[in-house]
């Protein structure tokens, strides 16, 4: 099959054959480092994707996505017609009711404060990760057990009680004034059902039935404080806020989302992400870097054979065309097999730290040995390319200076 001559020199300097010793070596490293750099990136980029993925799911899975809340309590009448209108809405999976108070738990051996969540079972079941969290007892004993309460079981340890046992819950909201001053609702209420996801919401939140919250602030059975909105992305938030408050039907509402209050952790971990990805773009910068120096003394080593080439009338184009396909084969066999390897570590990465000993502080729900991957293909193509690209680059100089030799001064001494 035909190729220009360009082509043919080129790939065959790629290749590098034997009596080639030293442009061989050059070649071989100048691909190991694009490799290395382009294995390493798509490796650390999944970590960090699964990292951030875990974070949806255990925080904001769990905590109030969106709120709607409004001066007064909503009657229970009226929330069927709201939940229905939101649930219409766009990136809105459901909208439930509830109610929130800050609230002290105590046991006989201990007391801390918490966020009483009162909720609706029958609402949470598909919507959050609560139901598939419980390690004992279900949500739906909230509705069976008058004055039941769902905590976590890092709770239950703290306070040293388990399902079934008594603990008594102290609110400030609805308190009474008495002659020796404001005295807190308090009610004892029996544990149904322990819960475990594994994040900073364990020790933070505890749950009870809508009816039940609803008593604990002195408000009408079965009322709610306001509309908790879970969405299809939970970084569509803000998207959702300006839509609705755009809305006539919710004038009056007061809205607020869950960046206010994990905002600086997601921004923490999206900027941990992108300086990740500019240092491991940094490896591959460095890697086209050796491209250079590699082209360079290929240039110089090769002086005389330029020479001839373009005694035998290649045009200083084809001899620029030479050095840059040499480059580019370099950067593209390197990207290819540093994305093949990478893919492969990846979907291999717990054997591989078990296999090597390599131990993790565990996240919840992993071994010692496991680390939670998210192996995105558009970030992976992205990769190659940008691997390719800056191998391109490289080339660019290095090959226009092979270009510029002249004959007589390279064939002098030969």
């Not at 110089?300 to 001899?319: R, Y």
Request: a positive charge.
């Amino acid at each position: 099959m035909f190729r220009p001559a360009a082509v043919f020199i080129g790939l065959r300097y790629a290749r590098a054959q034997k009596g080639s010793g030293f442009v061989s070596f050059i070649n071989f490293f100048s691909t190991a480092g694009i490799l290395l750099g382009v294995m390493a990136l798509v490796v650390v980029v999944s970590v960090m994707n699964g990292f951030e993925r875990e974070l949806k799911q255990r925080i904001l899975g769990l905590v109030p996505q969106v709120v709607l809340t409004q001066d007064r309590f909503v009657a229970p009448d009226d929330q069927p017609k709201l939940i229905e209108s939101l649930a219409a809405q766009a990136h809105i999976k459901g909208a439930v009711p509830y109610v929130q108070s800050q609230a002290i738990i105590q046991s006989r051996q201990q007391m801390t404060g918490v966020q009483l969540l009162g909720i609706s079972p029958a609402f949470e079941q598909n919507l959050t990760p609560l139901a598939s969290a419980m390690i004992q007892g279900n949500l739906n004993a909230l509705t069976s057990h008058k004055y039941g309460v769902v905590i976590s079981r890092a709770m239950a340890r703290k306070l040293g009680v388990g399902v079934g046992a008594s603990v008594r819950l102290s609110v400030m909201e609805g308190a009474r004034h008495t002659p020796f001053g404001q005295l807190p609702n308090q009610r004892k209420f029996e544990v149904v059902g322990l819960y475990q996801l594994g994040s900073e919401a364990d020790l933070q939140f505890i749950y009870t039935s809508l009816d039940d919250a609803a008593r604990m602030v002195r408000q009408p059975r079965g009322s709610a404080e306001g509309i908790r909105l879970y969405l299809d992305d939970a970084f569509n938030a803000p998207a959702v806020v300006e839509s609705l408050s755009q809305q006539s039907a919710w004038q009056g509402w007061q809205f607020d989302s869950w960046r206010r209050s994990h905002g600086d952790l997601f921004a923490a971990v999206t900027m941990e992400k992108n300086m990740m990805w500019f240092m491991l773009l940094l490896i591959i910068g460095v890697a086209a870097f050796n491209i250079i120096s590699a082209l360079f003394l290929i240039v110089a080593n090769k002086q005389g054979e330029v020479a001839i080439l373009q005694t035998l009338g290649l045009s200083p184009n084809q001899i620029t065309q030479v050095f840059m396909i040499q480059g580019c084969a370099q950067g593209v066999i390197g990207a290819l097999l540093g994305t093949v390897l990478g893919v492969l570590l990846v979907n291999h990465l717990d054997t591989v730290m078990a296999f090597t000993g390599i131990q993790v502080v565990a996240t919840p729900g992993y071994d010692a040995f496991s680390l939670p991957v998210d192996l995105r293909y558009p970030q992976i193509i992205v990769i190659a390319l940008l691997a390719v690209v800056l191998s391109f680059m490289a080339t660019l100089y290095p090959a226009r200076q092979a270009a510029a030799v002249k004959p007589a001064e390279a064939l002098r001494y030969d």
